[in-house]
RNA sequence: GGCGCAUUCGUCUAGAGGCCCAGGACACGGCCCUCUCAAGGCCGAGACACGGGUUCGAAUCCCGUAUGCGCUACCA
């Protein structure tokens, strides 16, 4: 189609309004598929053209998320590109040549109507008959509109929609759609403060920029007709749309809030980061809300995988609910990939925050411990911290199995005292087979005897596997907590 | 109100007329494994929104209804 050229030119616009939104991240994301898999180009475009709904830093959290994510830009912001400027607000020049042509060529006209004063026409016309809108403030005698130019108005421009037939359009995921010409208002293409609207802007943009793909999301789809009647009259070869459905709350009721993500539903990606998503778990993740393979049988992908199997041509029509538990879930398999100094790395900032100071070479010995026990990131300081600082005392009560007797647990934790003092060599394998021999020679149930060390070494009922733990804690603490708990069930 | 889109297990989905009394996955329940917790294995329950057509035959095609959603801004 156009530019047969390029195999694929994708782009992802967002306006820096807020944070980077999951709904965003799936759209670069298919489009940075594409573009890997057909060794096309990815680009980033910012949309700033609301000076009004502008907000500081969200620029930033756009491009650090996306950076985290991996999906690198071919061309945009901070890396350049032959289509630049990349940035709409710095585009007003382009825009306004544009403008010039359709107004030269009857497709496009000014009007010098406030905007309250369409609010007014459109509620006096009503909402149901765009046709006599259209025709109201196209037909401002020419008196009027010089007096307003002298009066220092500025105008705005709107373009002509055609008044009969319809426009027949066509969306790569649902087909040929009709929609009646006579339905449509005419779009304000040029704000009278001088900078685009959407509907102008990104034709133009894509049209120059060479997009070949257009994805974008459904609330787009109702201005698909008069986004092509605006190619049209600009002449240029319209690209392939792709509008992507909404995502949905988990109950797959409401629909997500789109500006603002709460603790119980996370939709912004520097949120999940946060909570110790892994960014090729959340790639996963994202993926398939919308997309499955024609065999429809596979969940789990590596990057590499994905960019093998993903076709722009199966994206789903229907909006998808959010999964979280699929996203833990996905989570927690991504993690169990990872090579374990890798893991050891990623775990590094969450043992920081959570006031650790560790390297990854500190934690990497523990790290096969909790690798396959953990579903996100954050959930290993529970798992680690008594490695790094010692536990609060244990309680007396977990430390004494059911049917055993305090006495008892002194005997055993004496016993164990006795066997792990003169254990050589201090790892897991040796460890285990002392301690299991130690309690069959005693009689204990070796069930018994791994929770009294577990709780007397880590304070938990839950820890992780004793006998690589107990290698990891090294003899000296190892003995110095086993003492404590015993100053505990006898008091001197 | 107008215009448009969507509708398969609770959720994500496979299915493009017979292969489907509908397959996979998450979650859920049970069992197994087991030093706790996980991970893993096995088993189970669970869906074609409804109504008409078309056809020898429909989850798949057509029409209607219902429901949900979007757009209807000098926001994107």
């Known amino acids: 189609m156009t530019n047969a050229s390029n195999p694929f030119r994708g782009r992802v616009a967002p306006s820096p309004t807020g944070f980077l939104h999951i709904a965003v991240a799936r759209a670069a994301l298919y489009n940075w598929l594409s573009a890997r898999k057909l060794g096309g180009q990815f680009i980033l475009r910012i949309e700033d053209t609301?000076?009004?709904?502008?907000?500081?830093g969200s620029l930033d959290n756009i491009k650090s998320g996306l950076r985290w994510l991996g999906l690198d830009w071919d061309e945009g912001p901070d890396v350049g590109g032959p289509y630049g400027p990349y940035v709409q607000s710095e585009r007003l020049p382009i825009y306004h040549e544009y403008i010039q042509k359709l107004l030269a060529s009857g497709h496009a006209y000014e009007t010098y109507y406030s905007k309250e004063e369409l609010d007014a026409i459109r509620e006096e016309v009503g909402e149901a008959d765009p046709v006599t809108f259209n025709r109201?403030?196209?037909s401002m005698p020419e008196e009027e509109k010089a007096r307003r130019r002298a009066a220092g108005v500025k105008p705005a421009v709107l373009f002509k929609m055609p008044e009969d037939g319809e426009t027949v359009v066509y969306d790569e995921i649902r087909g040929e759609i009709r929609f009646p010409n006579k339905s449509l208002r005419d779009p304000v293409l040029l704000k009278s403060d001088g900078f685009p609207t959407y509907h102008f802007a990104a034709m133009v943009d894509d049209g120059l920029m060479k997009i070949t793909d257009v994805l974008r999301g459904v609330e787009w789809l109702p201005s698909l007709p008069l986004h092509v009647q605006v190619i049209q009259a600009l002449g240029w070869e319209t690209p392939r749309f792709y509008h992507l459905s909404l995502f949905l709350d988990p109950s797959g009721k409401g629909k997500m809030s789109k500006r603002k993500g709460s603790n119980e539903y996370p939709i912004f990606v520097h949120q999940l980061r946060e909570m110790g998503y892994l960014p090729e778990a959340l790639l996963n993740w994202i993926a398939l809300m919308g997309w499955a393979e024609a065999s429809g049988d596979r969940e789990v992908y590596t990057i590499p995988e994905l960019i093998q199997a993903f076709d722009l041509g199966r994206v789903r029509a229907a909006p998808a609910a959010v999964d979280y538990d699929k996203a833990e879930w996905l989570n927690g398999v991504h993690i169990r990939m990872l090579a374990p100094d890798d893991l050891a790395r990623r775990l590094v900032p969450f043992m920081q925050a959570a006031g650790f100071d560790v390297t990854a070479e500190g934690i990497a010995p523990m790290v096969p411990l909790i690798q396959e026990r953990i579903a996100n990131l954050t959930e290993a300081v529970d798992l680690l911290d008594f490695f790094f600082v010692t536990p609060p005392a244990p309680d007396p009560?977990?430390?004494?199995?059911?049917?055993?007797?305090?006495?008892?647990?002194?005997?055993?934790?004496?016993?164990a005292r006795e066997t792990l003092a003169g254990l050589e060599p201090f790892d897991a394998a040796s460890i285990e087979a002392a301690l299991r021999g130690m309690a069959q020679a005693r009689g204990i149930k070796p069930g018994d005897l791994f929770t009294i060390l577990r709780v007397a070494l880590s304070s938990k009922r839950v820890a992780?596997?004793?006998?690589?733990?107990?290698?990891?804690?090294?003899?000296?603490?190892?003995?110095?907590?086993?003492?404590?708990?015993l100053g505990i069930l006898q008091p001197a």
């Open 136 to 138: 109201r403030i196209q």
């Open 397 to 415: 009560a977990e430390l004494t199995p059911k049917k055993l007797t305090p006495a008892e647990v002194v005997s055993e934790l004496l016993a």
């Open 50 to 56: 609301d000076r009004a709904r502008y907000v500081e």
């Open 464 to 485: 992780p596997p004793l006998f690589g733990a107990i290698a990891c804690l090294g003899r000296t603490t190892t003995l110095a907590r086993i003492d404590r708990a």
